[in-house]
């Protein structure tokens, strides 16, 4: 029973070394499963945290740098877009003045020539009437002194003849006076009319001479201006000397203005005084030699001014379509050098865009097609709401740019528009008082040549009408005679 017990202890006790052997074991085994699938878990865990946030801040970094590279893209796009905006108006605004400037100059002498052109046909019209009226006005008194001195000496002799008979004296004088009243009204009215006549054709010839020049001069300005015009808006080349070529302009036209004016002045003075010494000269020698020859100089001189102008023009004509074809053909070379340059760069510029693009387009068609798997929709929701946003953004954006754009267009075309049309107003009103002052000087100038020359030839014809009398006087006075025979 001892040995049974003792053996049956030692199995008890072998069966619980084994029993919690194998119990240490399987928990050892358990454990070491559990540890490892634990160890297994976590490392699973945090390599998909891990890969989780290398996405999110791929995602991350990627947003921010598509956000970053659209706000510089926008911020640039908005630049270049100002930049251009304030390059357009300023060559829209230089474009605009010189326009304006060479509007301005041609207007100016356009007005200048048509004022020259009026004033010299203004002056010659009143001086070829006042010729008319003084050249009728003479022969008409010339007239009725020879019928006066006629009738008073054939009144002489029949009262001398018919002394006794008073009554067919006074009907004789009845009929003289009438035939006398009768000859004055018919001579009057044929000089009255040949006068007409002779004012209507010259007023006639004059007008269509006038409106011929005009015209022409109006179409040669009108050619000028287009050609002008359309050469500026080619070239633009203008712009760098616009400074230098206004102030040119401006002390050219001065100086012209200044010259053609004294010229002016001289000659009207040196043609009245050789006029008034040579209506002196030419009254004596013969009225109708001196109609004939004003006649023959009027048409001569303006024959001769007609020719100067035609040939002026001409030759300013072929200056300027010189000066122009010169321009145009360096502009054309300038033009097509550059166009050959600029399409060189850009053709190497889109050559080098296209590869850098198509590099690019690979590596992220790569990386696109990698990560494709990987992000799938998150990717395609991401895509589409950042499309609409940044639509919806640039739609914002491009209205608000349109809106201040033309904003600011209709701001500086209404202050341009005040400017241009306040500038010429104070052109007009300046050109329009000095065209006022400029006629009156030339109105009173003419007024007192004209009263001074009246009075000249009044006091003239006073004197040779008493020295006619005085001589009359003594040929039929026979106390006169012996008087003075005496002497």
Excluded at 156 to 171: C, D, F, K, P, Q
Excluded at 422 to 446: P, Q
Excluded at 467 to 475: G, M, R, S, T
């Amino acid at each position: 029973m001892w040995l049974f017990k003792g053996l049956l202890k030692y199995v008890i006790h072998i069966a619980m070394r084994l029993l919690k052997g194998l119990l240490n074991y399987g928990i050892h085994i358990a454990m070491r499963l559990l540890k490892g699938l634990l160890n297994y878990v976590i490392h699973i865990t945090m390599w998909l945290l891990k890969g989780l946030l290398n996405y999110v801040i791929h995602i991350a970094v990627r947003l921010l740098k598509g956000l970053l590279n659209y706000v510089i893209h926008i911020t640039m796009w908005l630049l270049k877009e100002l930049l251009n905006y304030v390059i357009h108006i300023a060559v829209r605004l230089l474009k605009g003045l010189l326009n304006y400037v060479i509007h301005i100059a041609v207007r100016l002498l356009k007005g200048l020539l048509n004022y020259v052109i009026h004033i010299t046909m203004w002056l010659l019209k009143g001086l070829l009437n006042y010729v008319i009226h003084i050249a009728v006005r003479l022969l008409k008194g010339l007239l009725n002194y020879v019928i006066h001195i006629t009738m008073w000496l054939l009144k002489e002799l029949l009262n001398y003849v018919i002394h006794i008979a008073g009554l067919l004296n006074y009907i004789i004088h009845i009929a003289m006076r009438l035939l006398k009243g009768l000859l004055n009204y018919v001579i009057h009215i044929t000089m009255w009319l040949f006068k007409g006549l002779l004012k209507y054709v010259i007023h006639i010839a004059m007008r269509l001479l006038k409106g011929l020049l005009n015209y022409g001069i109006h179409i040669a300005m009108r050619l000028l201006k287009g050609l002008l015009n359309y050469v500026i808006h080619i070239t633009m080349w203008l712009l760098k000397g616009l400074l230098n070529y206004v102030i040119h302009i401006a002390v050219r036209l001065l100086k012209g203005l200044l010259n053609y004016v004294i010229h002016i002045t001289m000659w009207l003075l040196k043609e009245l005084l050789n006029y008034v010494i040579h209506i002196a000269v030419r009254l004596l020698k013969g009225l109708l030699n001196y109609v004939i020859h004003i006649a023959v100089r009027l048409l001569k001189g303006l024959l001769n001014y007609v020719i100067h102008i035609t040939m002026w023009l001409l030759k300013g004509l072929l200056n300027y379509v010189i000066h122009i074809a010169v321009r145009l053909l360096k502009g054309l070379l300038n033009y097509v050098i550059h166009i050959t340059m600029w399409l060189l760069k850009e053709l190497l510029n889109y050559v080098i865009h296209i590869a850098v693009r198509l590099l690019k387009g690979l590596l992220n068609y790569v990386i696109h097609i990698t990560m494709w798997l990987l992000k799938g929709l998150l990717n395609y929701v991401i895509h589409i709401a950042m499309r609409l946003l940044k639509g919806l953004l640039n739609y914002v954006i491009h209205i608000a740019v349109r809106l201040l754009k033309g904003l600011l267009n209709y701001v500086i075309h209404i202050a341009v528009r005040l400017l241009k049309g306040l500038l010429n107003y104070v052109i007009h009103i300046t050109m329009w008082l000095l065209k006022g002052l400029l006629n009156y000087v030339i109105h009173i100038a003419v007024r007192l040549l004209k009263g001074l020359l009246n009075y000249v030839i009044h006091i003239t014809m006073w004197l040779l009408k008493e020295l006619l009398n005085y001589v009359i006087h003594i040929a039929s006075d026979p106390v006169a005679q012996r008087d003075a025979g005496k002497d």
